[in-house]
């Protein structure tokens, strides 16, 4: 029952992350006009966050890296409570801009060093379920939290928003405190054999698979409500009916993501996963002008989407024996450059004229290059893996 409380409480972080992270979209006008910035400015606090991630996630998995797995995660979701409040508080742009980007240090380290205690706390074999749980907590936040986040910073005060995000940070603080067991510190880590990790093609492969192929889901994503409301032809009222289909999407997809990862293999199960997105982006840019398919479209686009995660998870772990921690929060920090790459990409065809499902075009070309490149890795590294297991094998008998 302990383990089972422990991933609860990774899930409880994965909630908070996910709306601090998501619900800057929805309430960045709210915040502008507060603080007298104009939209492109108060924009930033969207790039700072992202920004804060990539430079958070190695540096904090290095220098933490002697440290039992429950005192780094404690002090990770201080870190988030702190600054998510000092956010909160934040009098003028340049302490919102400052805590904003603080309060992203910690997401990848928390996802990195959450993904491999998961698979400690899982039964043998149901490691990427596991990890799907944790990320639970973020599909939550898409479904449920960021819209009432909205809502409450569009109709109350968008600082309510972010003293409850901050909160929920504290709430994970605790749980971890009482639910989560200790493991051992691993003292053979140091950070020159962190940063080691670096150094192997493979881990680049990795690192270009997450940010490329997962760019393919930001690329629709990030203009969903033109795309709905322009080529659908839905209303902006029912923009939020979308986004919470979406996000229940990633919810289904999120836990039948871990099963496929345990039952077929991470990597086999992440090639399947980009070729079905491709495929259902594909399906999307032909079928986005009839108005009722939205709706399903949504639902079923977002679960594809999301299935990924756990089986990227798992490759990392497995692919980073003795950094598993760096490799997993380094895929946390290539995430977010995959939403960076994909929302930047996703616009050229809107900047030359062509309507809003065009983005999901991108969206195909980046999905079906991640399963490409995971096909890649399949062949050179975990093929020549297995095969060396299986003569080592040979060799022990013989």
Not at 18 to 45: Q, R, Y
Not at 124 to 148: H, R, Y
Not at 278 to 290: N, R
């Amino acid at each position: 029952m302990s383990n089972k409380k422990g991933l609860i409480s990774l899930a409880f972080g994965g909630l908070a992350i996910g709306m601090t992270e998501f619900t800057m979209m929805g309430i960045l006008p709210d915040i502008a006009k507060d603080v007298n910035i104009d939209i492109p400015t108060a924009s930033n606090l969207i790039g700072l966050y992202a920004l804060g991630v990539v430079v958070g996630a190695p540096i904090l998995v290095a220098a933490t890296s002697k440290y039992p797995a429950k005192k780094v995660l404690l002090f990770l979701m201080l870190l988030f409570f702190v600054f998510n409040a000092v956010f909160t508080f934040a009098p003028n742009p340049w302490s919102l801009f400052t805590s904003r980007f603080i309060s992203g240090l910690p997401h990848g380290a928390f996802f990195g060093i959450g993904s491999v205690v998961a698979s400690k706390l899982a039964k043998p074999g149901k490691e990427a379920q596991a990890i799907s749980l944790m990320f639970t907590g973020m599909t939550i936040a898409n479904l449920a939290g960021v819209p009432l986040g909205t809502y409450i910073g569009h109709h109350f005060d968008w600082r309510i928003t972010y003293g409850v995000i901050s909160l929920l940070g504290l709430l994970t603080f605790l749980t971890i405190y009482l639910w989560m067991p200790v493991f051992p510190a691993d003292k053979s880590n140091n950070i020159v054999k962190q940063i080691g990790y670096f150094k192997r093609w493979d881990a680049w492969l990795m690192i270009a698979i997450i940010s490329i192929g997962t760019g393919g889901l930001f690329a629709w994503i990030s203009y969903i409500s033109k795309l709905v409301t322009t080529v659908s032809g839905l209303s902006e009222d029912s923009v939020s009916i979308i986004m919470i289909l979406i996000g229940a999407g990633m919810c289904v997809g999120n836990l039948l993501g871990g099963k496929v990862a345990d039952t077929l293999s991470p990597t086999k199960a992440a090639i399947s996963c980009f070729l079905a997105m491709a495929t259902c982006l594909l399906v999307l840019f032909f079928i986005a002008h009839i108005t009722v398919l939205a709706y399903p479209m949504a639902f079923i686009t977002g679960m594809i989407a999301f299935s990924i995660a756990p089986s990227l998870q798992m490759m990392l772990i497995n692919n980073a024996k003795g950094a598993e921690t760096f490799a997993a929060s380094a895929g946390q920090a290539a995430f977010n450059i995959g939403n960076s790459i994909g929302a930047y990409l996703g616009a050229i065809p809107i900047i030359y004229g062509f309507t809003y499902n065009y983005p999901s075009l991108v969206g195909v070309v980046m999905a079906s290059i991640g399963a490409i490149l995971t096909y890649i890795f399949y062949i050179k590294v975990e093929s020549k893996e297995s095969s060396t297991e299986v003569n080592t094998e040979i060799l022990q008998k013989a």
